[in-house]
């Protein structure tokens, strides 16, 4: 047998907790899912069955529903009795789902509903049975009341017991409860009455699948406490429900009291029979008592357990026990000393220097957001650890502290902003390739099969997005039916409505027919080539001989990318979450038990079965304290002890949130570059100039919005391993001046940090019209199914008529309502807020979110019910005041709004916000800057949205307009058109083809100010392979002919961009021109903007459903930034815009951020790369969707085209306010194959010779770019060595020019010569000396 252990707490209800005076804290009144939400009838119908907790009225007790009998004529009547509630977490294993996939198959106690699927996955049974005993040290009992308490007290629960609303009693304890049932305690003998919100919990009827399946939700009930003295298993056994976590479709259901009563939780009234003065029977309740609890559970049927081996281990069944015992619960019932909910309150309501608030991007931005605001807290809020994190922040992003690395860091974090979707595949040749060359080059037949795999993979992955998309507007149309009053009232409208819905149904009903289509006849095209499937892996027919393998394989593209919804971070309120929760469990073996009295034998009820004698095991040890300091091995190994003493817990456990969000128009936002983050870099953003609280108008468009969040573990402990990672050595500690307090802290104390974070999940869909929450879907899984398959339900099929006399036909039929398969897990707005009417008022949908928001709730809400309110609930007044009350949160720079300069005062600055403060306004701890209740969301795309960057190459130019189109680039092809090198000995450029072969050099000179070679290749053999292909090489050259400043400008541009790219890969020095410098690559680029699916459209049915005309997403215009000069990870020169129209190449202009040793305005040809510059940072994007049945690179005309000199072995990055940064990386092999070809040398003279070079061309020595230097020319009698003072550990030779003119030959040809090494000492060699000029060629 197996004990694991789990978490407990426990907490005492009293009604002075309601007490406002005296309590920061609020007592939430019982709020349960609303089951009845899921019938489909307009009037119940909900987007979420679970409303947000009202704290309006919970104050004093007498007002709260849970803490009085509000029905009383004399609320004082209903004075609360304490009452403990006792829960239990469940350990991970049970909190996980299991999804099927080719190799793994869930294990078979995984059932839950239905059988898993690979997209369904199951979560494992849980106990269902729980043993829970209380031992009473101390009791008090009201004055006057002579009762018997005992000492031992027990329950067991049954956690999946089932119940139909007619099963329940009026009153608890009584024999009817259930068929066949005893009574749960003959002692009370009727005495209290059954509590419907705390006896049982509410579930969904998971029986049926007709009309009444739907209508009789709300009616279902699970769980069942019994007395220890007379619970028995039920033979034959009682209802009951497969029982997971996620059994009632509530994310909350393990861990919320209010929603697991009985099933993982218990409610302990400490209630006893007692008499009144006429000597009835009446309830007497303990008033103070001293508790410990001992929980165990177990799952009857043994099939069920996970740690149940399939062959039996001697010594009996292999059974898994949880256990948790809480010794010494001390609790004085009428007055808890600590109440740690009032501790977190406190930091909100008392006189704080600043609330501890913070939002962020991400938990970690919000963390280190909140710990920055505090630095100069004059309070010293923040601790040693505190402080600590603060100083490593650099540290945290990126555990190298260099510069380079941790900006790096910071621009890989900036992607966390963004939720990513599937971008959809690509097809790349996987041929043979040879070692040391280039990928393989496929043939014509495979060139142009793989064109047509990526045409069809394109047009596939585009219709199954717009697929989903079709199904949820058909699941959106149903909805919006569902939700409407006119299918339940009759008008002489509704047969005209019916008729056109009915068109309207059919529409988008054909359109997924048709999508489906297209989806299987490009997936069946793509199988039949590749012989692959959907995933990806080979198909293989039994008894059939396998395909040979196609040259072909699948990748991913990049994602589609959509802004997270912020993130808060709410420090000094410590996570419920146990430290270990994410660690493997320590379990033990029953022999580990330590021995203790077996008082309770006789007690445990004989129906546990197998872990009866574990189960009285446990309890014996439950009598024996833990010692410490017990060097008793058993001892040591004990877990599950957990001491609460005179302490309320706070475990929270969900945030609900309710913010202001006031649009401001596009119009008003530019975009600037401006330094932010750890450590200070540049970054893209939008930008708000003119001061908002100025003008009214800017306060027109506003809306409320709200959510809920989970605080779960996750986000608490990756931040907090993150923390760990950092290697605390002597040069941490140093460079990063931690003190011996902040280091000893960040060794010890990080399991102690006190925070909780969570995203405002909801926040984006709220602004499309969309709504998150537990509602109904038209289909539900059929558990009979060998793969659990969705199928219409009945009620959502016959919902769909509008009642006339007789009634219409539905709307829907069941094939129409498969066809939503899974996407309806949004719903639409509806008629759920009614939106103005008049077209000329805001619109409620927003393709874009831009504006302010401040929080008007905020509420943390803990598993008890407690409730910690960041900003007081009141009732609204008659007259509301506005904008309502508010929070200070800290700011990341990221949602930070601008600063505006304060006229009262020079030195400070105030908030640009929409509603400003009237005076005193609240500074920061600076003093110099005003707090902001609003934190700002600059513009971005509220739908998937992403980037695309390619090298492109051009076509043939069209005969009939002679405009180039750009293709882009394939695996194999060369998307460099061109290389340039600095010739410095010369004080010019040298220029190469793409090949690497050398093409023409342009010197500083002349008479004109530039000389270049009239014939190209020059000093060279031109070989009859090599072609120009590529006509921008040559507009590149001619650009610097007679034009002197534009050459300088060019030179000087390239040497200062050495200083800020990096330097070139150790292997570059085996290649020639790793003498001369590093080469710049040439190449073309291409950029999109490209949305996943269609826009989407407005889903509300109140009010006018227009989108503003002038924020259409075909309105908006992202600048988008090429390169960045401080990044020394980028390797981005300069680019020249092309004309997207004709192919054209606007040499004229040099953008790039590398403009020193300026000359004269208008003569610059440089243009600096910013948004202050005349052309901004260019051409801006407009995100475009084009029609899924043509691949989208090819069909859309949004998109922008640049030429660009870059450093071949660093990424070009583009940065957009509204996207991650996107980055494109030449392939290796595109340098290797080039470099390897390309030759040094130098022009060199005039040169005086002791010796003369031959006269004339000797006819077979002609200079060559590649020579085998096995055939060097030798020194001969009548060509003796040139000699110049060089080092003879290279191999060098003379290049000589002649003009020739001999049978045919006709022009400049360079002889080549060998050298000989001069020491350079005087020689006065007998004259005549020859003056020579010509090149130096290293080997």
Not at 780 to 803: C, F, H, Q, S, Y
Request: negative net charge; glycine residues 6%.
């Amino acid at each position: 047998n197996i004990l694991v252990p789990m978490d407990m707490d426990a907490f005492c209800l009293t009604a002075s907790l309601a007490d406002a005076q005296n309590h920061t804290s609020r007592i939430c009144p019982v709020t349960q899912p609303d089951y009845t939400g899921l019938r489909l009838k307009d009037a119940v119908l909900q987007h979420d069955i679970l409303d947000h907790v009202d704290l309006h009225k919970s104050t004093p007790a007498n007002f709260n529903p849970r803490l009085s009998d509000l029905g009383s004529t004399d609320p004082k009547t209903g004075t609360h009795v304490p009452r403990t509630y006792l829960h239990w977490s469940l350990p991970r294993y049970y909190r996980s789902g299991h999804q099927k996939t080719d190799s793994y198959v869930p294990p078979a106690n995984t059932t839950g509903n239905s059988t898993p699927t690979a997209s369904s996955p199951s979560f494992p049974l849980v106990p269902n049975r729980w043993l829970v005993i209380r031992h009473l040290t101390l009791h008090t009992a009201p004055p006057g009341q002579d009762i018997t308490v005992p000492d031992f007290e027990g329950w067991v629960v049954e956690s999946d017991r089932f119940w139909k609303i007619d099963q329940l009693p009026d009153k608890l304890g009584l024999a009817n409860f259930g068929k066949g049932l005893r009574s749960q305690n003959p002692d009370l003998r009727g005495l209290e009455d059954f509590d419907l919100e705390t006896d049982v919990s509410p579930l969904i009827d998971p029986t049926g699948n007709g009309d009444d399946t739907v209508e009789k939700q709300a009616e279902a009930f699970i769980g069942m406490k019994a007395s220890i003295d007379t619970w028995t298993e039920q033979n034959p056994p009682a209802p009951s429900v497969p029982l997971t976590t996620m059994t009632s479709s509530n994310p909350l259901f393990a861990d919320y009291t209010f929603h697991n009563s009985n099933v993982f939780s218990i409610r302990d009234n400490y209630m006893y029979p007692g008499r009144d003065s006429k000597g009835n029977d009446i309830p007497v309740y303990l008033t103070e008592a001293i508790s410990d609890y001992i929980v165990i559970g177990w799952h009857s049927n043994p099939k069920d357990d996970p740690l149940t081996s399939n062959t039996d281990p001697p010594g009996g069944e292999f059974q898994n026990t949880l256990e948790e015992r809480l010794p010494e619960l001390y609790m004085t019932l009428g007055s808890p000393t600590t109440v740690k909910a009032d501790e977190a309150g406190t930091n909100f309501h008392s006189d704080v220097f600043m609330e501890p608030l913070s939002v962020g991007t991400t938990p970690l931005d919000a963390l280190l957001t909140y710990l920055d605001a505090h630095a100069d807290d004059p309070s010293g809020n923040l601790t040693d650890l505190s402080n600590g994190i603060r100083k490593l922040a650099g540290l945290l992003i990126a555990q190298d502290d260099g510069y380079d690395s941790q900006v790096k860091a910071q621009d890989l974090l900036y992607g966390h902003n963004y939720a990513e979707a599937f971008g959809g595949a690509v097809w790349h040749y996987d041929g043979r390739a040879e070692t040391g060359h280039g990928p393989p080059t496929p043939s014509t037949a495979e060139v142009t099969t793989l064109h047509q795999l990526n045409s069809a993979q394109a047009i596939l992955d585009a219709t199954s997005r717009e697929l989903e998309l079709m199904r949820w507007t058909l699941f959106a149309t149903w909805w919006n039916l569902v939700q409407d009053p006119l299918t339940n009232l009759v008008t002489p409208q509704a047969v005209k409505d019916h008729d056109a819905l009915e068109k309207l149904v059919k529409g988008i009903f054909e359109n997924i027919v048709l999508l489906e289509a297209r989806q299987k006849a490009k997936q069946d095209f793509i199988t039949a080539t590749t012989n692959l499937d959907s995933n990806g892996k080979e198909i293989i027919i039994p008894g059939k001989p396998t395909p040979p393998r196609q040259p072909y394989k699948r990748t991913t593209k990049p994602p589609f990318y959509i802004r997270k919804d912020p993130t808060v971070c709410i420090s000094g309120m410590a996570s419920g979450w146990p430290a270990n929760f994410s660690d493997p469990l320590l379990c033990r073996f029953e022999a580990q038990l330590v021995a203790g009295p077996r008082t309770f034998d006789s007690k445990v009820p004989k129906d546990l079965g197998a872990v009866r004698s574990l189960a009285q095991g446990l309890l014996a040890e439950f009598l024996v304290r833990p010692d410490p300091n017990s060097k008793d091995s058993a001892q040591a190994q004990r877990s599950g002890w957990k001491m609460w003493n005179d302490t309320q817990p706070f475990f929270p456990l969900y945030v609900e949130w309710e913010a202001l969000y006031v649009h401001i128009e596009r119009s008003k936002w530019h975009v600037e570059t401006f330094n932010s983050g750890i450590p200070v870099h540049p970054m893209v953003r939008y930008k708000i100039d003119e001061d908002l609280n100025a003008d009214p108008n800017n306060q027109k468009d506003q809306r409320i919005v709200s959510g809920r969040t989970l605080v779960l573990p996750q986000q608490i402990f990756s931040l907090k391993s993150m923390i760990k990672q950092v290697p605390m050595t002597e040069e941490v500690i140093k460079t990063y001046g931690l003190n011996e307090k902040e280091t000893l802290a960040l060794n010890t104390k990080i399991d102690q940090m006190q925070y909780i974070s969570c995203p405002l999940s909801g926040f984006t869909n709220h602004l499309l019209t969309l709504v998150e929450g537990s509602h109904i879907k038209p289909l539900a899984r059929d558990p009979k199914a060998p793969e659990g398959d969705l199928v219409p339900l009945t009620a959502a099929v016959n919902a769909t008529r509008i009642v006339t006399n007789p009634p219409t036909d539905p709307v829907f039929d069941s094939m129409t309502l498969d066809k939503i398969k899974t996407q309806s897990a949004l719903t639409p707005y509806g008629n759920l807020v009614g939106f103005p009417s008049d077209p000329s008022s805001p619109a409620g949908f927003k393709a874009a979110t831009h504006g302010q928001v401040m929080f008007t709730k905020f509420n943390i809400i803990d598993k008890f019910g407690q409730a910690v309110c960041a900003i007081t609930p009141t009732p609204i007044p008659a007259k509301p005041t506005f904008p309502p009350p508010s929070v200070y949160p800290c700011i990341s720079d990221y949602f930070a709004p601008g600063a505006l300069q304060n006229p009262k005062s020079p030195h400070d600055f105030l908030p640009n916000v929409i509603y400003r403060d009237p005076p005193p306004v609240p500074l920061t701890t600076t003093g110099q800057e005003a707090l902001s209740r609003f934190f700002q969301l600059s513009p971005s795309i509220n739908q998937d949205t992403r980037l695309n960057a390619s090298y492109v190459l051009p076509e043939q130019p069209d005969p009939a307009s002679g405009s180039t189109a750009f293709v882009p680039v394939n695996d194999w092809d060369q998307p460099i058109w061109g290389w340039v090198i600095i010739n410095y000995a010369n004080y010019g450029l040298q220029f190469f083809l793409a090949d690497g072969t050398f093409y023409t050099e342009v010197r500083i000179g002349g008479p004109g100010g530039t000389v270049g070679n009239a014939v190209k290749y020059l000093p060279f053999e031109k070989l009859p392979t090599v072609l120009n292909t590529n006509k921008q090489l040559d507009q590149l050259i001619s650009s610097f002919t007679n034009n002197t400043i534009y050459l300088q400008a060019f030179f000087y541009m390239i040497n200062q961009s050495v200083d800020s790219t990096p330097h070139a890969p150790p292997d570059y020095s085996n290649y020639l021109t790793s003498i001369v410098g590093k080469p710049l690559a040439l190449v073309n680029t291409r950029w999109s903007l490209e949305l996943s699916t269609p826009p989407l459209q407005p889903q509300q049915t109140i009010g006018s459903p227009a989108i503003n005309p002038e924020e259409t997403l075909d309105k908006y215009e992202i600048p988008v930034k090429f390169g960045d000069s401080t990044r020394p990870f980028d390797g981005l020169v300069a680019y020249w815009d092309i004309n997207k129209d004709t192919g054209v190449t606007d040499f004229s202009k040099i953008h790039t951020y590398f403009t020193d040793h300026l000359f004269p305005e208008n003569t610059d040809p440089r243009q600096m790369i910013s948004e202050t510059s005349p052309g901004g940072f260019g051409q801006p994007l407009i995100p475009t969707w084009t029609d899924s049945s043509a691949p989208f690179d090819s069909s859309t005309k949004n998109f922008r085209l640049a030429a660009m000199l870059v450093d071949p072995f660093t990424p070009i990055h583009a940065y957009t306010p509204i996207l991650p940064i996107v980055s494109l990386t030449l392939p290796s092999w595109t340098i290797q194959d080039a470099c390897r070809k390309m030759t040094a040398f130098f022009h060199l003279g005039p040169m005086l010779m002791t010796s003369d070079v031959p006269t004339k061309y000797r006819g077979k020595f002609q200079a060559k770019q590649v020579v085998d230097p096995d055939n060097l020319a030798k020194p001969d009698s009548d060509a003796p060595a040139v000699r110049v003072p060089i080092s003879g550990k290279a191999l060098w030779r003379w290049l000589q020019p002649y003009d020739v003119d001999d049978k045919g030959v006709k022009g400049t040809i360079f002889d080549s010569y060998a050298l000989a090494e001069d020491d350079g000492k005087p020689k006065f060699a007998p004259g005549p000396y020859t003056m020579t000029e010509g090149y130096l060629q290293l080997l």
